[in-house]
């Protein structure tokens, strides 16, 4: 089953039933999504240990795990919180960049990602239907994210009584 809806913009949490170590108890910001073209994700919640510099070092940004493509490939991207109106703004960095590359109004939110999620047309829109995903709006607390390592369960819990229970889960209940 396809959606007709575009899911530009919009914060994708994973099932506590999806398994797929790639994506398991992660939340990821779509940038784009086109039912022709598929659709590229970022995780938000899985930081690296290294900040990274652009180019000529002026500024160091928190390197974050962004997903299974092109893992050895960097994007630098801002993602704001705006109150009026109410938004993400996204705003991706290529090439060699500098701090004079950067405006100074995207210096805000400015985080690298190592890879990212991709799917290809359809693709998205299956997993969806297989609740694989939870489609959620964005939301300060989600963009801003200051707690990485429990963003997924905090969401979960907040969720209703059985999401609340698999927040707690262990990765492998079967050993309990």
């Keep these: 089953m396809e ?3 575009n899911l ?3 914060i994708l949490i994973a099932h506590p039933m ?3 170590p790639n994506f398991r108890r992660t939340i990821l ?3 784009t999504h ?3 073209q598929g659709a590229t994700g970022l995780v938000l919640n899985r930081p690296l240990t290294e900040r990274i510099s652009p180019a000529d070092g002026s500024i160091e940004v928190p390197l974050f795990y962004g ?3 092109q893992p050895a490939q ?3 991207a801002s993602l704001q919180w705006r109150e009026s109106p109410t938004m993400v703004a996204f705003r991706a960095f290529a090439g060699k960049l500098t701090d004079d590359g950067i405006a100074p109004q995207w210096r805000s939110g400015l985080r690298a ?3 990212y999620a991709g799917w290809e047309q359809g693709q998205l829109e299956a997993e969806v239907a297989e609740k694989a995903w939870i489609v959620a709006p964005p939301t300060r607390a989600l963009i801003e994210m200051t707690n990485t390592h429990n963003a997924w369960a905090t969401f979960m819990r907040q969720s209703g009584p059985f999401f609340e229970l698999m927040a707690d889960e262990p990765d492998e209940p079967w050993r309990n």
């Design 3 to 5: 959606s007709e809806e």
């Design 8 to 10: 530009t913009g919009s």
């Design 18 to 20: 999806l398994r797929d």
């Design 29 to 31: 910001f779509l940038p």
């Design 34 to 36: 086109d039912e022709t």
């Design 67 to 69: 997903g299974p493509v």
């Design 74 to 76: 960097i994007l630098l």
């Design 113 to 115: 990602f190592a890879g």
